[in-house]
């Protein structure tokens, strides 16, 4: 339901459900998806591992992102105000003001860089975050993509040298 006043797509309860199950995977991905990638990668072929954790990966990875950039407004509207006022200072500073633009910028390869190294929900969390404005589909996507292959190849990696070793 959109509220009239706003514009912006009211909080459900299945929209704190699913924030709450976005944000424990984004911090716990690795100790969940990551140690069965790597205990699947131990006992069975790595490549089938890796194939199949990143079908997985890139399905959650994407759904997350992309809900994440879409129900972000709603969130922030309801949390965010306080966080805004600093933010907007923070934006316009001389200090931020080269890495907000990396950031925002409409190039998907900043975003995907940063996503690989770090994590694609907390990125695309950040860029909405610091940037103020929606990601977009497309530099989400990236993000999730990124990620995804970098945290599969990883992992998968991992298992088998375990194998190797054991």
Sequence with gaps: MI???????KRSSRNGVVGALVSFYAFFDALT???????????????VVFAIGLILLLVVNTASCL?????WDGWY?????????????MREGKVMRKPVAWITSDSITGIALAAALTNAIIT????RLIGGKPVGPRRARAAALSYSVFFAVVYSLVGLLIHAIV
């Design 67 to 71: 809900w994440l950039d879409r129900e």
């Design 77 to 89: 509207l309801k949390y965010g105000e306080k966080v805004e006022k600093r933010l907007a200072k």
């Design 124 to 127: 695309v969390s950040f860029a």
């Design 33 to 47: 998806v990551g140690v069965l990638i790597i205990a699947m990668a131990a006992v069975f072929p790595w490549i």
């Design 3 to 9: 509220d009239r006043t706003t514009g912006v797509r």
